[in-house]
T-cell receptor, first 115, second 112 residues
Framework: GAVVSQHPSWVICKSGTSVKIECRSLDFQATTMFWYRQFPKQSLMLMATSNEGSKATYEQGVEKDKFLINHASLTLSTLTVTSAHPEDSSFYIC???????????FGPGTRLTVT | QQQVKQSPQSLIVQKGGIPIINCAYENTAFDYFPWYQQFPGKGPALLIAIRPDVSEKKEGRFTISFNKSAKQFSLHIMDSQPGDSATYFCAARKNSGYALNFGKGTSLLVTP
């Protein structure tokens, strides 16, 4: 089946620093990737949608200058949290689809803690 | 605005029981309805999905029932096991390239 990986699985950083999270599709070409964040015991909240080679489309209320998304290839998307604050601490999950396929596959998530 | 409404919020059943989780939607443009299972600290895993041209789909112990006129769909877990204890999310989407709209999730506990 389709596999999506994320790296790192967890990261701790200090306030004011930046952290990059990678999302890779291992056995398919991810033409569209999505980034979500999830707070404890809550649903997934879409942050942005990105198509390979194009700028990401951000959801209302998500700061594009703070959450930088790059989808430079068909197998890799990155999310960079810039100038991180403790309120950015969350579980970040990426997902990907291939072409016109309906199935959307999720990565294992990255737990970010900002101290 | 929550485009997909999910209930119940939590559910406890005994082993062997059949938990049923319900979802409702308003947007008639939705044409793909998946269910995801999520364990603590893990990403959601696709369980089963249905398109609106069928009323039921079964995969192993998991069944989706779909009522297009009522704009509702539900997940049934047959012969539930303690290992099924997890959070279940329903979702809906317009077509490929669009993001999923998730329900708020149902926390299922299957007791031995």
């Amino acid at each position: 089946g389709a596999v999506v990986s994320q790296h790192p699985s967890w990261v701790i950083c200090k306030s004011g620093t930046s952290v990059k999270i990678e999302c890779r599709s291992l056995d398919f070409q991810a033409t569209t990737m999505f980034w979500y964040r999830q707070f404890p015991k809550q649903s997934l909240m879409l942050m942005a949608t990105s198509n390979e080679g194009s700028k990401a489309t951000y959801e209302q209320g998500v700061e594009k200058d703070k959450f930088l998304i790059n989808h430079a290839s068909l197998t890799l998307s990155t999310l960079t949290v810039t100038s991180a604050h403790p309120e950015d601490s969350s579980f970040y999950i990426c997902s990907a689809t291939e072409g016109l396929s309906y199935e959307q596959y999720f990565g294992p998530g990255t737990r970010l803690t900002v101290t | 605005q929550q485009q997909v409404k999910q209930s119940p919020q939590s559910l406890i059943v005994q082993k062997g029981g059949i938990p049923i989780i319900n979802c409702a939607y308003e947007n008639t443009a939705f044409d793909y309805f998946p269910w995801y299972q999520q364990f603590p600290g893990k990403g959601p895993a696709l369980l089963i999905a249905i398109r609106p041209d069928v009323s039921e789909k079964k995969e192993g112990r998991f069944t989706i029932s779909f009522n297009k006129s009522a704009k509702q769909f539900s997940l049934h877990i047959m012969d539930s096991q303690p290992g099924d204890s997890a959070t279940y999310f329903c979702a809906a989407r317009k077509n490929s390239g669009y993001a999923l709209n998730f329900g708020k999730g149902t926390s299922l506990l299957v007791t031995p």
